[in-house]
Nanobody, 120 residues
Framework: QVQLVESGGGLVQPGGSLRLSCAASGVIFSIDDMGWYRQAPGKQRDLVAAITSGGSTNYADSVKGRFTISRDNAKNIVYLQMNSLKPEDTAMYYC??????????????WGQGTQVTVSS
């Protein structure tokens, strides 16, 4: 099994910052792509940012210039630095990881989510 555990969510005022972390553990041979998604009530889960094992990144247009995704490959952790937060960033944020287990099987796993609320 591969487990993902997110942390760092909370309540922040508009214009503030938060940093989310997601640690992967378990029967991991490799982690290829890691990403952050978010889902607001009544809406679909959308990609926020993604990063490959080589460090290539991809962002949703709505967060470009405000959010930064990074990863520590040695520790199997992915981060999401969120600056200049807006009320519309309020959502449950989920971590995703794709890769190969030590048994040679593919995995595509999700964390349990961490709530981000931007409000004055």
């Amino acid at each position: 099994q591969v487990q993902l555990v997110e942390s760092g969510g909370g309540l922040v005022q508009p214009g503030g910052s938060l940093r989310l972390s997601c640690a992967a553990s378990g029967v991991i041979f490799s982690i290829d792509d890691m990403g952050w998604y978010r889902q607001a009530p009544g809406k679909q889960r959308d990609l926020v940012a993604a990063i490959t094992s080589g460090g290539s990144t991809n962002y949703a247009d709505s967060v470009k210039g405000r959010f930064t995704i990074s990863r520590d490959n040695a520790k199997n952790i992915v981060y999401l630095q969120m600056n200049s937060l807006k009320p519309e960033d309020t959502a449950m944020y989920y971590c995703n990881a794709k890769g190969i287990t030590i048994r040679g099987t593919d995995y595509d796993n999700w964390g349990q989510g961490t709530q981000v609320t931007v409000s004055s």
